[in-house]
């Protein structure tokens, strides 16, 4: 027969009330527990007993916050008036985390079995056990120091309680697990992944609020235990493996519109020749012409001809004056593009005519230069992000990892490595010659190996290994005309792989870089 026992209690949490107070770091509400017993009993013809016996404990602390962003300038009147302090007045910052949370998980699996005795002889059979005792631990955290900067760390633990072989009915087996568990459990695997972006203020300054910028530094550290009795015939340990990346990323963009808008005469035909009309024909341009003659003679009730030569029967305007400058009345007759007669009631000797048309604008000079800087400025907008990889991989290391990788007690591997600096590299901006990181990074290795991070195993055949990609993309939206649209794009990409094995060959200490290859 087959017989099941369980209870559970998942996700126990006192809930927020309503009205409840802004949430804190320190309230019971932020816990969730949860807590799981199965046992499961089996019995058949060929099986006396197989009882299985699962445990598995959680507590979940989950802290999520909206902080106040403080601004110690905000209200300085002296800073509202000025633009170009605007980034002193801006200037802000976070006291308290955003996401704070903590997973632990502790899941226990004990079985023990035995078979019966059906061979007919008097056999005695010893019951067989199998047990898993696994905790795993996560952690997340997120800051915002400020509106501008930002970080976020995850980190992920996996590890195993080792048991005492056989039934747990003795207060040394007992005590065994005890001091296992205030051990934490023995590591098998460690990550963790932190974040760090900044965005350039640079909308804040007037002279290159045309621009936008934003940085970002990634860095990931792993470390992956090797199985217990990992020894070569010398019981010499082989030992871990540590890995770590960095990603280094810029994004810039720049906003060409905004930049010629802060030439007058550039933003004035920019309005002009910026808007989108779809299908509606744009409508036609018109300038002003005059013609004008003087020292004319006029009789009464005798219409007198003109040639203007304005090209356009569109007049606005027909104006005669005396010799005074007195503006005298008379009657116009339009005959032709270049031609109209003029028609006075009285007398007029020493008069000036004045005449005003419309005309459609052509390609003057005027138009032209419009026509030119508006060319001069297809180019809209321009963005580049420029990204790059890195990555080492370190076998046969040998100390463990206590809190976010690190072991105290050989201090290894260092901040420097669990935060992505490749060894042999600078930190952040690579100013070395390929010897030089040749050179760096092979004494690195072997002030390791003095400092005894390394197994001193001939069996260790495994590479060190770096790795570096990088990428860089730029483009640019082109606007020949309104309307024309072009996204011109371009990417550069370059890899580069080192590996080498680097070990004792004789056990004796005397480690080698061995097969390097890039």
Request: avoid cysteine; charge should be positive.
């Amino acid at each position: 027969y087959t017989k099941r026992k369980s209870l559970n209690f998942t996700n126990v949490q006192k809930s927020r009330g309503k009205g409840s107070k802004k949430p804190h770091i320190y309230d019971i509400e932020n816990i969730a527990l949860t807590y799981a017993y199965t046992k499961d009993s089996h019995e058949d013809i060929e099986t006396e007993y197989d009882d299985v016996y699962t445990h598995r404990g959680v507590l979940n602390y989950n802290f999520s916050n909206k902080p106040k962003n403080f601004k110690p300038f905000g209200k300085a009147k002296v800073l509202r008036k000025n633009k170009y302090l605007r980034i002193v007045k801006d200037f802000n910052f976070y006291l308290m985390p955003s996401r704070l949370s903590f997973r632990t998980d502790l899941n226990r699996s004990f079985s023990e079995a035995k078979p019966r005795n059906t061979s007919g002889y008097d056999l005695i059979i010893e019951p067989v056990f199998a047990k898993t005792f696994l905790w795993n631990r996560d952690y997340n955290l997120k800051y915002d120091l400020s509106k501008a900067l930002k970080f976020d760390f995850k980190a992920t633990n996996r590890a195993i309680v080792d048991e005492p072989p056989g039934r747990i009915d003795t207060d040394e087996k007992k005590d065994s697990i005890k001091t296992n568990l205030y051990n934490f459990g023995r590591n098998t695997n460690y990550r963790h992944a932190a974040n760090a972006s900044f965005t350039v203020p640079l909308s804040k300054i007037p002279l290159t609020n045309w621009l936008s910028a934003t940085t970002r530094y990634g860095a990931t550290f792993d470390w992956i235990g090797s199985p217990l009795g990992f020894q070569d015939a010398n019981d010499v340990y082989i030992g871990h493996t540590i890995k770590n990346s960095n990603t280094k990323s810029i994004n810039g963009q720049a906003n060409m519109v905004t930049l010629y808008n802060k030439v007058k005469y550039l933003k004035k035909i920019n309005r002009k020749y910026g808007k989108r009309r779809g299908n509606k024909p744009r409508a036609p341009e018109y300038k002003i012409v005059q013609w004008e003659k003087d020292n004319l003679t006029f009789k009464a009730r005798k219409p007198k001809k003109f040639f203007h030569n304005l090209e356009t029967k569109d007049i606005t305007s027909v104006e005669v004056f005396d010799s005074k400058g007195k503006k005298i009345q008379g009657k116009i007759f339009i005959e032709s593009k270049n031609k109209i007669t003029y028609e006075l009631k009285n007398d007029l000797k020493n008069a000036r005519i004045v005449i005003q048309a419309r005309k459609k604008r052509g390609l003057d000079g005027a138009k032209l230069l419009e026509l030119t800087a508006r060319t001069a400025m297809s180019v809209r907008k321009v963005s580049i992000t420029y990204t790059e990889n890195n990555g080492s991989t370190l076998p046969g290391y040998l100390p463990t990892t206590k809190v976010i990788g690190q072991s105290f007690d050989a201090q290894a591997p260092g901040y420097d490595f669990l935060f992505g600096w490749q060894p042999g590299h600078s930190f952040l901006i690579n100013n070395k010659t390929d010897e030089e990181i040749k050179r760096d990074r092979e004494a690195w290795l072997d002030s390791r190996a003095d400092l005894d991070w390394i197994t001193s195993s001939p069996s260790q055949f495994n590479s060190f290994m770096q790795s570096k990609t990088r990428n860089l993309n730029i483009k640019a939206t082109v606007e020949l005309l309104p309307g024309l649209r072009l996204d011109i794009s371009g990417t550069r990409n370059h890899t580069n792989n080192y590996r080498e094995v680097f070990r004792d060959t004789s056990g004796d200490g005397q480690y080698v870089h061995l097969s390097p290859t890039e």
